[in-house]
């Protein structure tokens, strides 16, 4: 199931549309849609999830991310449909 991710980069807010299916986290399809190349960062993310936290990999992360000039990386909630209300 498609989700959304709303997102600001380089002063500018954003939306794109976003699947598992595609890519592994709202991160890389992020980079993906403004053309950045991570390949080295997801090298690295993978070493440091192997000798450490999840608190050291999220941090690494956020502070890579706003380098490139990312404000904000979020998935949209879903929206509730009402199932099952009159």
């Given amino acids: 199931m498609a989700r959304t991710i709303i997102y600001t980069y380089k002063g ?5 549309t976003f699947s598992y299916q ?3 986290s709202i991160h890389e399809a992020v ?7 991570i390949s080295d960062y997801l ?3 993978q070493q440091i999830e192997a000798v450490s936290d999840t608190k050291a990999v999220r941090n690494y992360r956020d ?3 706003r380098k490139l000039g990312f404000e904000k990386i979020t998935m949209k ?3 509730n449909r009402g199932v099952g209300k009159k």
């Fill in 77 to 79: 909630q879903k929206e």
């Fill in 43 to 45: 090298k690295m993310e």
């Fill in 22 to 24: 595609e890519f592994r």
């Fill in 63 to 65: 502070n890579h991310f």
């Fill in 12 to 16: 500018e807010e954003k939306t794109l």
């Fill in 31 to 37: 980079a993906d849609a403004e053309g950045i190349d």
